[in-house]
């Protein structure tokens, strides 16, 4: 089991920043990659960033650019920075783990509101 917890979520104004934490603890052998996903009301979840056990990191349209996804393998941690924040980056955002051949571990969410 892999257990994912976030913080650093909050309000902000328009073009400020804000950084996100995701520790994971538990089996933590077993993640692949570390990643953030979001979902507004009214919308369908959509992916912000991934970062590998190697490094590797890929991010969704509306992010790439702005936002920056590093981890800390020593610390089992992710972090997202989001620079130059916009009103449509207001979300819940969700850290998630890929585990395993196919499993997924998400944590809890943490709310990101930008206002104009």
């Known amino acids: 089991q892999v257990q994912l917890v976030e913080s650093g979520g909050g309000l902000v104004q328009s073009g400020g920043s804000l950084r996100l934490s995701c520790a994971a603890s538990?089996?933590?052998?077993?993640?692949?990659?570390l990643g953030w996903s979001r979902q507004a009301p009214g919308k369908q979840r959509e992916l912000v960033a991934q970062?590998?056990?190697?490094?590797?990191?890929n991010y969704g349209d509306p992010v790439e650019g702005r936002f920056t996804i590093s981890r800390d393998n020593a610390k089992n941690t992710v972090y997202l920075q989001m620079n130059s924040l916009k009103p449509e980056d207001t979300a819940v955002y969700s850290c998630?783990?890929?585990?395993?051949?196919?499993?997924?571990?998400w944590g809890q969410g943490t709310q990101v509101t930008v206002s104009s």
């Open positions: 970062i590998t056990t190697g490094g590797v990191a």
């Open positions: 998630y783990a890929l585990v395993g051949a196919r499993g997924r571990a």
């Open positions: 538990g089996r933590t052998v077993s993640i692949n990659a």
